[in-house]
Each structure stands twice: as C-alpha cells, then as structure tokens.
T-cell receptor
Framework: GAGVSQTPSNKVTEKGKYVELRCDPI?????LYWYRQSLGQGPEFLIY????????DSGLPNDRFFAVRPEGSVSTLKIQRTERGDSAVYLC??????????FGQGTRLTVV | DAKTTQPTSMDCAEGRAANLPCNHS???????VYWYRQIHSQGPQYIIH???NNETNEMASLIITEDRKSSTLILPHATLRDTAVYYCIVSSFSGGYQKVTFGIGTKLQVIP
C-alpha cells in the first residue's frame, strides 16, 4: 500500500504484560515518528527516528517504553510491564524529512 | 516550537465556508504554519501549510496575516465529511528534523 501501515489495529492486553506495536512507513521516508493519543487530547510526541537512530526520545514517558528501527524502515514500539494508564491510541507517522507527515491509522491499546 | 491557540469547537452549515482561526503570536521567522485534521478513529491527515504567503490547494485555503501572528484555514464549501478535529501547528527544523507539538485542536461540526 501507499500509506503508513500500523499493526495490529487493536490490542487488548493484561496489566503487566509486554506488547509490541509495529509501524511500516512509506517506502523511502527517512523520518519516522511515534505519537500517543489519549481520549479527547491531541497526539503527544514520543520518539523520532532519522534513519536507524533515535534522534529524539524525549517524549517516552519512562523506561518501560522503547522503540527500534533496525533497518531504517519498519519500526517497533515496545512497552514492558503495561499499566492501565498506557491505554491509548499509538500513532506512527513518516516523512521524507521535510514537509508533510503521513500518519497511520493507529493502534488502539487497551490494558485491562 | 511556538504554541498555538484555537477555539475548542465550531459549527458550520453544510455548503457554507468554514473559517477556522488560529493564533500563533510567538511564531518565529523560520516556522511554518501547518494544518492537519483528524476524522474520528483515523490518524491525522495533512491539509495545507505555509510560511508567509496565502496558500490554496484542492482541500482548503490558508490565510496568514502579514505579521504572521495568526492564520485562518478556510474550507470553501463544507460537507458533512469535513466534520473533524482540526489542528493548527507551527514548526521549524531543529536538529535536522521537525518536532511537532499538537494542541487540542478545534472540533468542527458540519450541520446539515
């Protein structure tokens, strides 16, 4: 497909479990962003990748959150020991480096 | 990045022009104004962006005041499908990339 793809679209997990959220950016886009969106709020920045490296991870809330992009394309957001407060929609966006961002449809994470 | 101020919500009659204001009084000279919208349960969608001059594309027009402290997004003939949350963002390139901060946005309701 031509757009940013995120899988799964929905994830329900038990408190304390580990989850991985995947993002397939648009081919050739060097910049990749992860955002988190809680109900009624705008997207909140988590982390930015330029190529394979995390250029800015200042938005990650704590050390339970980690993201990788080993080959400079697909990225995985990893959350350890999930808590109910982690429930949100996790959005991924890619960009050619300047200008507009292309967002995926998001992964709705529910921690029960 | 500079902050923006938008009304929390607006209504617009179907077929009429929707004018969405945004204040960005602390915008700096190298910051662009971007507009995105988010339809329920979808990721944000790019609409338009500009630096100084007014811009128009197939979706909307962007009017930026001469002092660049405010702007207006115009949807010339609003339809029910334009009901969404509209985000006004100002952003520049810092450290080689754009870190985007979303606010709460304006919830536009198009009324039949």
């Amino acid at each position: 497909g031509a757009g940013v793809s995120q899988t799964p679209s929905n994830k329900v997990t038990e408190k304390g479990k580990y989850v991985e959220l995947r993002c397939d950016p648009i081919s050739g886009h060097t910049a990749l962003y992860w955002y988190r969106q809680s109900l009624g709020q705008g997207p909140e920045f988590l982390i930015y990748f330029q190529g394979t490296g995390a250029a800015d991870d200042s938005g990650l809330p704590n050390d339970r959150f980690f993201a990788v992009r080993p080959e400079g394309s697909v990225s995985t957001l990893k959350i350890q020991r999930t808590e109910r407060g982690d429930s949100a929609v996790y959005l991924c966006a890619s960009s050619p480096g300047r200008g507009r961002w292309n967002f995926g449809q998001g992964t709705r994470l529910t921690v029960v | 990045d500079a902050k923006t101020t938008q009304p929390t919500s607006m209504d617009c009659a179907e077929g009429r022009a929707a004018n969405l204001p945004c204040n960005h009084s602390t915008i700096s000279g190298n910051e662009y104004v971007y507009w995105y919208r988010q339809i329920h349960s979808q990721g944000p969608q790019y609409i338009i962006h500009g630096l100084k001059n007014n811009e128009t594309n197939e979706m909307a027009s962007l009017i930026i005041t001469e002092d660049r402290k405010s702007s207006t997004l115009i949807l010339p003939h609003a339809t029910l499908r334009d009901t969404a949350v509209y985000y006004c963002i100002v952003s520049s390139f810092s450290g080689g990339y754009q870190k985007v901060t979303f606010g709460i946005g304006t919830k536009l309701q198009v009324i039949p």
